[in-house]
């Protein structure tokens, strides 16, 4: 066994050498091939007249000789080719997708794209300028973008595209997705489609939109301001200061509020009859006037422009995929509004609109434009902030008319993967049933033949590893921990949340499942990962390398675990200084390049790592799992406080059988399970009520059939129902209880009051870490324990009055969070076990206290910092 563990031992040194080699090389290699990922555009690329001085047209363009500036509403380009007569030849426009959609993709940002159509409405060429989406970076080559964009060369804006195969029956023209990345390239051919279909109405390549004027219902009713807001005729579009990356406040960056002035109650109400009818003789038939106010802020929604060019750069009116922008010719003075309860404004405005194609009847938007400031490297970014308008449906004749929205790229993912999610949903509800009976599945198994429980479970692996990983593609992620945590804080979409169904139901799976029983029943039965990492192990066994399985030392093992969590917090700490560094790091999850892109499409130090890990697993069991996977670290802190552990008994503090047995190496030297590395794999419950594999019973069992004494059935608590009791050993009964992962300790404070009070006393000891045991044996950490608790709330004070940024309390609060578990560890030496109403309490482990210090204060801070957020009075 020695010079097993030995040889052991060797290989698992090489092997973490050639992980750690292929880690790094690709990982710079990711680096290296970073691409648009991310890349930096020009702040003036939104509004420079000349967009081709600023981007690559002639790249979208084969052929084009020159450029114009930019032109028409929403924006566009001509190019034209070499002259003829004189005369600039036209060739077709390129356009700028985010002058016409700033639709997001699944990392909630837009896809730049710069796109050329030629006089018949066909795509001649698309290049990406930029995106965020890290699947495309670190899972997806970026050619595979690329690749996915040169399909719609040659197609044109008069075909209806769409992601998937083609119907010729419904004429539907179908473009090959990318696997792994549905929703970025459903936005993308949304995008596509948009962008190219608005320059084409306004060319003239498609007909013009057609929208059915207002006709306006008037009851002669006057309203007053607070009647006009509730009504929805005035809408009010506030941008704060941290939404342009400025320093918060008391004040919003700026205040608008606006509205329609041709339905003749809102205008009358607004201006006064007089004015009213004064400014309809100022308009034509088919024109339409608008108001805009600012009631705060000191930022100008009228700008410079209008006085360099006679153009109003800070606004526009949006309505579909029609933009409508103004000039010093559509723009009149508004002196007061006549509604009563108005509010005190300082700067105001009437716009305009000279367009027959909008209609006052359908819903659009007022946009202000401005720039974001980066806080962190000072640069400038275009933003937009939009408000929604649609007056109310009884002041239109018929009411409001059906309007009829693409839908959101989630909803189509859903529709159309519905048979899939049904089934995958079906498999995730059918494990959790299965192991909620598992007691019963165990004690129809034996030592000697377990396929009562292995039937289900290896079902589950190979489900797991067929359907899940290589079917589906839903293998989590700690990318995708990263990335919801910061969009929590920052700034949250349930699009995001939803875009992918099968990961967004896996995750409602695990978080349900790590609190009830702990993180061994995804990652011992549902991790695909995981579960071919076990496959390998079992089918080594039956190839004849039995002989070469093991597992490391227990001394190595209980120091190789503890690296999972060091990968995780090291990855959650780049990851608050560079969520893009992090989700590089994260390479050394071995997941996408098995499932999402597969070895053979990946660069070799991938490939490499990848067979690394899935070699040894052959020889040692999950050793991924074990001793690396930064999500199953994340998952193992909050299994600290699973309702449902694995039963123990007695007898199991000096008892073996199932630690020598346990392939986790969860289970110590007193029998006790810990359940943040146990991935319940079931031998060690099939071992609890079996008479003849299980020791204590097998022993009671013989003594019983000498003694002639009852054989009953087993018990919940793992013995013979004791008809007739037989004594135990008294070092058996004396040693360690192992139905805990630690010593018990008593209730910390004592009460028989009501519930109320012992809410009360259960609220202060979780926010009140400070005890007088600790006070007395080291004084010096509590007190300094108490002073970073002051400067924590300090931190909190000045978030609150927009005097400190998010990042810095994010980097209080860890500390203070680091500070407490010393503070605990000195004094208050105690976590829960199980449901926290049974107040079963026990001796911490440092890492014990780690996971609930970490968890509790995670609550506590997204609450405090969401609430912070919805005050506005946070710096992002």
């Not at 089918?539 to 039995?546: D, N, Q, R, S």
């Not at 930064?630 to 199932?658: E, H, I, V, Y």
């Not at 190496?665 to 399970?673: E, F, K, M, Q, T």
């Not at 608590?717 to 805990?740: L, T």
Request: net charge positive; proline share 5%; charged share 15%.
């Amino acid at each position: 066994m020695y010079l097993q563990n030995r040889r052991l031992a060797a290989t698992v040194n090489f092997y973490l050498a050639a992980l750690l080699v292929a880690f790094v090389i690709g990982a710079s290699g990711a680096h290296a091939a970073a691409g648009t990922y991310n890349a930096e555009l020009s702040p003036e690329l939104n509004s420079a007249k000349n967009l081709c001085a600023l981007v690559p047209c002639s790249e979208v363009f084969p052929g084009a000789k020159s450029f114009s500036e930019r032109m028409g509403q929403p924006p566009y380009v001509e190019a034209y080719g070499a002259q003829e007569n004189g005369k600039k030849n036209l060739l077709g426009y390129v356009m700028l997708s985010t002058d016409i959609t700033d639709m997001p993709a699944y990392s909630g940002k837009p896809v730049v794209t710069l796109i050329g159509m030629d006089l018949k409405g066909r795509f001649v060429g698309v290049k990406v300028l930029k995106h965020s989406e890290p699947i495309l970076l670190l899972g997806i080559p970026e050619s595979a973008l690329l690749n996915f964009n040169q399909q719609y060369i040659g197609k044109s804006v008069t075909d209806k595209i769409e992601v998937g195969q083609s119907r010729p029956d419904e004429g539907v023209l179908g473009v090959d997705a990318i696997s792994g990345a549905t929703v970025t390239v459903i936005t993308q051919n949304q995008v596509m489609m948009t962008a190219g279909t608005a320059v084409a109405r306004q060319v003239g390549i498609l007909a013009p939109t057609v929208r059915k004027p207002a006709r306006f219902v008037a009851s002669g009713k006057r309203l007053t301001w607070e009647q006009l807001v509730k009504q929805g005729s005035v809408q009010r579009l506030r941008v704060l200061p941290q939404d342009v990356g400025l320093e918060g406040g008391g004040d919003p960056f700026i205040e608008l509020w606006f509205g329609d002035l041709n339905q003749p109650d809102v205008g009358a109400s607004l201006l006064g009859e007089n004015n009213w009818k004064n400014l309809h003789l100022q308009i034509k038939e088919g024109e339409h006037a608008i108001f805009i106010i600012r009631t705060a802020g000191t930022e100008s929604f009228k700008g410079s422009g209008f006085v360099r060019g006679g153009i109003y750069d800070r606004v526009q009116v949006k309505q579909g995929a029609d933009s409508f922008t103004f000039r010093d010719t559509d723009y009149l003075n508004l002196y007061g509004l006549a509604a009563v309860g108005a509010p005190a404004f300082t700067e105001s405005a009437i716009f305009i609109i000279r367009s027959k194609v909008f209609s006052a009847a359908y819903p659009w938007k007022l946009s202000f434009m401005g720039n974001r400031v980066n806080g962190t490297t000072g640069k400038r970014s275009f933003a937009t902030f939009d408000a929604t308008y649609w007056l109310a449906a009884d002041l239109l004749q018929g009411g409001r008319p059906v309007v009829e929205e693409a839908a959101a790229p989630w909803r189509q993912v859903w529709k159309s993967r519905a048979l899939g999610i049904f089934l995958f949903a079906a498999l995730l509800v059918m494990v959790v049933v299965v192991y909620a009976f598992r007691e019963k599945l165990t004690r129809l198994s034996t030592h000697k033949n377990k396929w009562p429980v292995n039937a289900f479970k290896y079902s589950a692996w190979a489900l797991s590893i067929g359907f899940v990983g290589f079917g589906v593609m839903a293998q989590p992620s700690i990318t995708q921990v990263l990335t919801w945590l910061h969009t929590l804080l920052f700034q949250w979409t349930w699009s995001l949340f939803l875009s992918d169904p099968f990961i967004f139901l896996f995750w409602i799976f695990i978080i349900l499942t790590v609190f009830l029983y702990g993180r061994g029943l995804f990652c011992g039965w549902m991790c695909p990962f995981g579960s071919l990492s076990e496959a390998l192990y079992k089918l080594g066994g039956l190839i004849g390398l039995k002989r070469y399985q093991g597992h490391l030392p227990r001394v190595w093992n209980d120091r190789l675990k503890w690296v999972k969590y060091a990968v995780f917090f090291g990855l959650l700490t780049v990851s608050l200084f560079s969520l893009g560094l992090a989700e590089m790091l994260a390479e050394v999850e071995p997941f996408k390049t098995t499932f999402l892109v597969g070895i053979g499409h990946r660069a070799w130090p991938y490939g490499l790592f990848v067979c690394a890990i899935l070699g040894l697993s052959i020889f040692i069991e999950r050793p991924y799992c074990k001793y690396i996977c930064p999500l199953g670290a994340a998952l193992a802190m909050p299994s600290t406080f699973r309702w449902f552990g694995l039963p123990r008994k007695q007898d199991c503090n000096s008892c073996k059988a199932c630690a020598v047995g346990c392939g986790s190496l969860a289970i110590d030297a007193d029998g006790r399970i810990d359940h943040r590395e146990c991935l319940h794999c079931l031998d060690c419950l099939v071992l609890y009520t079996d008479t003849k594999g299980c020791p204590p019973l097998a022993k009671e069992r013989k003594r019983r059939e000498r003694d002639g004494l009852e054989i009953t059935p087993i018990g919940r608590n793992g013995y013979f129902i004791p008809i007739h009791a037989v004594a135990m050993e008294s070092r058996v009964s004396q040693g360690p209880d192992p139905r805990m992962p630690t010593e018990p300790v008593p209730r910390p404070y004592k009460t028989q009051a009501r519930f109320g009070r012992a809410l009360w006393l259960e609220l202060v000891d979780h926010l009140w870490p400070w005890s007088a045991g600790g006070w007395a044996s080291q004084r010096a950490l509590q007190v300094a324990g108490f002073s970073l608790a002051l400067a924590a709330t300090l931190a909190w004070v000045l978030a609150a009055t927009g005097r400190l940024s998010a990042s810095a309390i994010i980097g209080w609060w860890i500390g203070w969070s680091l500070y407490e578990v010393l503070i605990r560890l000195s004094g208050r030496r105690y976590v829960k076990d199980g449901p926290w109403w049974q107040a079963h309490y026990r001796y911490a482990t440092v890492m014990d206290m780690l996971s609930y210090v970490g968890f509790k204060n995670l609550l506590i801070g997204a609450a405090l910092f969401l609430s912070l957020k919805a005050l506005g009075l946070l710096l992002i």
